[in-house]
């Protein structure tokens, strides 16, 4: 088979697992690393899994490519934070099937907490490094990719932005290859790293790099585009296309396999140059590493640390030229909101009235910390809301955590929130845990998790049970609510604040997006009744307007008939659409 | 030379069919074809942009400022947002729906009276009608999307059949005849 198709960089690279003969995936879900994992899922062929983080995932596929098949492992760039041990100690013990990292950074933080730069894991974990710029090279290096790993017996970072993942282009596709299965050969003196045997993996490790450096020279990943001699661009990943297109006169470096850099290869270009820019996103590293050899060369006077670079920018910074356009209007920002009927937001009405102290987390209701809710003080990072509150209570006393709760998802409960949970019941913590349960993962775009029931190719698969886990660890207070009943649960919510000991509340309904029977028409205003009072509008629905009378108003394309305000409102003015 | 179509609306609009059923209509006249779209937290009732762009060769995905050929606007505030990004002579199609952000609910905002009139103002080529109610009159509020699109194929080369094929591909066969009335709707806008 081979023909051309419209894919995303994601496709792309679950297609170029396919071909290149993948066996076994985990992944956790991320933006913008998500689909990958869902269009891997999709093939027979291959194992994929969703793992409950990535520090699993990772550990599953480092063990499924020492078990001797191609393997694969996904994330958004701050999953490796979470991941970063097991993959510093795989640099070490090599694999034996091949094995792909694959890392999706968000520079301008579209859907992400941070931007950072990824392309520091490959130096830290010492391990090469490749960055595709389209969606067909999506294909070619992950096969190309799996090459490398199993040549140098080493894992590989695939690091991808998210304007490579999410953007389409052409792809030729072919047919998948089968991998022999390797043989399991036990070799402590590899595998097994206590001190001594770690020692002399280190050295490994060094020479591994000497001689990734040389591939790095003669690679074609790494190729020379010699155009006019006057200014010369040594760029990677999707800036090469934006390259492309502001300067078509320029001369290029472009570099594929971007760890460890081709020192000659640079050189030689630089040579060949009269002025020498690297187009680079976030940190200089690039920059900096050439730099330390002596050579001339400039890029992060001319591009910002912060956010994306675009082709305006290459255009005006290094051609001088500008292209007109209109200005900017001033327009209202229109940032993301709890969905319409979203189960999320009956209890951040209530932590909103109770007006208490909130450590959050991250998922769809990271959107309860914006107006009118402004119900969360706090977030950090996936599973850390346990955390906060615990040592808030540690540093304020215990008064404090009778006005303070921590509320975390399904999903990211069962991804790090366990191990909090574990920390307060030992650690004797009086702290109040809000476990949002809407039966999935629905930030990212609708994963299951270990507790909807079903695995990642959408069988059936066992629940692992939230209230029996915190149980188990020790809570004794554990209740569960329907966040649709307000008044379920704020009674819910004083009770277990005063409790002096760890309470978990569990408010379960699921996801509107989810379960579209719940959707009913849309409720509306009995103007008669309403007083223009606003208390429909505490809780922060899209749907609730004014009009020009000053009452409420329902935007009947938009509601999907939840209810939350009729409880709301003070003058029973909001009654059910037919 | 390269088309630049900006799509852009509220996130839960509707945006993403549109772009995939323009993207394979862009597909299917032989061209390259590259195409953007943000996924994640901006879904999530956000402002979001698609950008499709097709020609003899396309090298980025993004569209600067100032070139893209045309824009559809799913929502007016949204149409104003992104105005800028439209060529001197470039054409803009605009549902004419409000859809008040945020900031507007909670009363920390406006939501400017007269947007219609800013986007008049700033280009010359501008097409304006009311999309959920052309689909609801076909039977789905839904199909807003594929009026828009109905309109766009009226500024693009391309054959109404190519259209009609992609369509009847990528729309489930149920609401098939509600989108086909849809995609007619909007042709027929643009001669009013
Ligand atoms: C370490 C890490 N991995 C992945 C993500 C991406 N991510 C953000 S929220 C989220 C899922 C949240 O799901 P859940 O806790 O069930 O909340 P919901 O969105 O369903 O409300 C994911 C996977 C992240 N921010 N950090």
Redesign the interface.
């Not at chain 1, 999410?166 to 052409?170: A, E, F, K, P």
């Not at chain 1, 292209?323 to 209007?329: D, P």
């Not at chain 2, 390259?32 to 402002?47: A, L, P």
């Given at each position: 088979m081979m023909s051309k198709v419209?894919l995303t960089g994601n496709e792309a690279v679950a297609r170029g697992a396919y071909e290149a003969g993948v066996k076994v995936l985990s992944a956790y879900p991320g933006?913008?690393s998500?689909?990958i994992p869902e269009n891997m899922a999709k093939y027979d062929e291959i194992y994929a899994e969703w793992a409950p983080n990535e520090k699993v995932a990772m550990e599953v596929a480092i063990g499924a490519a020492v078990g001797g098949v191609r393997s694969m492992v996904t994330m958004k760039h701050v999953g490796v934070n979470v991941a970063a041990d097991p993959l510093f100690t795989s640099s070490y013990t090599g694999i034996n099937g091949g094995l792909v990292i694959v890392s999706a950074d968000d520079p301008g933080m579209?859907?992400s907490q941070d931007e950072q730069d990824n392309r520091y894991y490959a130096r830290f974990a010492k391990i090469p490094m490749i960055e595709p710029a389209?969606s067909q090279e999506c294909l070619d290096f992950v096969k190309e990719a799996y090459e490398i790993s199993e040549k140098f017996d080493t894992p590989v970072f695939m690091r991808m932005t998210?304007?490579v993942c999410?953007?389409?282009?052409?792809v030729e596709v072919h047919d998948r290859k089968e991998q022999e299965l390797k043989p399991y050969v036990k070799d402590a003196s590899k595998y097994v790293v206590m001190p001594a045997v770690a020692r002399k993996r280190h050295a490994v490790v060094e020479q591994r790099l000497l001689e990734l450096q040389k591939f790095s020279e003669e690679t074609s990943l790494n190729r020379v585009e010699m155009n006019s001699k006057e200014v010369g661009i040594i760029v990677s990943g999707?800036l090469y296309?934006?390259v492309?297109?502001a300067l078509p006169e320029a001369s290029i470096l472009k570099l594929g396999f971007s760890w460890p850099l081709p020192r000659k290869k640079i050189e030689a270009f630089a040579a060949s140059v009269k002025d020498l820019y690297v187009v680079e996103e976030l940190d200089p590293l690039i920059e900096q590493e050439v730099k330390s050899w002596g050579i001339a060369i400039s890029g992060k006077e001319h591009f910002p640390r912060c956010g994306e670079v675009?082709?305006?920018m290459i255009?005006q910074e290094i051609a001088g030229d500008c292209?007109?356009?209109?200005?900017?209007?001033a327009?209202?920002?229109?940032?993301?909101?709890?969905?319409p009927g979203c189960p999320h937001r009956g209890i951040f009405y209530v932590l909103s009235k109770l007006k208490v102290n909130v450590t959050g987390d991250i998922g769809?209701y990271s959107?309860g910390a914006?107006?009118?809710l402004n119900a969360m003080d706090i977030i950090i990072c996936m599973g850390a809301s346990i955390g906060l509150a615990h040592g808030m209570e540690k540093a304020r006393g215990k008064e404090f955590s009778k006005h303070t709760v921590a509320v975390i998802g399904d999903s990211t409960f069962m991804h790090s929130g366990i191990t909090g949970i574990i920390n307060a019941v030992y650690n004797q913590s009086n702290i109040t845990v809000v476990i949002m349960d809407n039966r999935i993962t629905a930030?990212?775009?609708h994963q299951d998790n270990p507790t909807t029931g079903f695995n990642a190719k959408g069988e059936p698969a066992p629940i692992v049970d939230i209230e029996g886990i915190c149980r188990a660890c020790g809570v004794k207070r554990v209740q569960v609510v329907d966040p649709a009943d307000i008044e379920a649960t704020m009674k819910a919510v004083k009770e277990e604040l005063v409790a002096e000991e760890p309470s978990v509340i569990i408010t379960r309904r699921p996801c509107i997006l989810l379960d579209k029977k719940q959707m009913k028409p849309a409720f509306y205003i009995n103007k008669e009744k309403c007083t223009g009072c606003g208390m429909c509008?505490k809780s922060?629905c899209?749907c609730?307007?004014k009009d020009e009378n000053g009452k409420a108003e329902i935007?009947d394309?938009?509601c999907v008939g939840c209810g939350l305000c009729m409880q709301l409102c003070p003058f029973g003015a909001i009654e059910k659409g037919e | 030379m390269v088309k630049n179509i900006l799509i852009v609306g509220?996130?839960?609009q509707g945006t993403i069919l549109a772009s995939r059923i323009l993207?394979?209509v862009a597909?299917s006249t032989g061209q390259?074809?590259?195409?953007?779209?943000?996924?994640?937290?901006?879904?999530?009732?956000?402002?979001v942009v698609t950008q499709v762009r097709f020609g003899d060769k396309?090298?980025?995905?993004?569209i600067?400022?100032?070139?893209a050929d045309m824009i559809m606007a799913f929502e007016k505030?949204?149409a104003?947002?992104w105005?800028?990004?439209?060529k001197?002579d470039g054409q803009i199609i605009v549902n004419d729906q409000k859809?008040?952000?945020?900031?507007?609910?909670?009363g920390?905002?406006?939501?400017?009276d007269d947007v219609l009139e800013?986007i008049r103002s700033?280009c010359k080529n501008v097409l304006i009608f009311d999309a959920?109610h052309a689909a609801r009159d076909c039977g789905s509020?839904k199909a807003a999307n594929v009026v828009l699109l109905g309109a766009l194929s009226k500024y693009m080369n391309i054959d109404r059949e190519t259209w009609i094929t992609v369509i009847t591909k990528l729309v489930p066969q149920k609401f098939l005849q509600v989108n086909l009335d849809a995609f007619a709707a909007g042709e027929a806008l643009t001669e009013k």
């Open positions: 419209l933006t913008p998500t689909e579209h859907s389209d998210t304007r999410h953007s389409q282009s052409l999707v296309q934006y492309k297109e675009f082709t305006e255009r292209l007109q356009c209109k200005e900017e209007s327009a209202v920002g229109r940032p993301p909101v709890l969905c769809c959107l914006t107006p009118p930030m990212t775009g509008m922060g899209p609730i307007g935007n394309s938009t | 509220v996130g839960g993207s394979q597909l390259d074809v590259k195409v953007s779209e943000i996924h994640g937290m901006s879904q999530r009732g956000g402002s396309v090298y980025s995905p993004i600067e400022p100032g070139t505030l949204e104003l947002r105005l800028h990004w439209l001197e859809m008040n952000p945020m900031p507007v609910v909670t920390v905002a406006k939501y400017p800013q700033k959920l509020d």
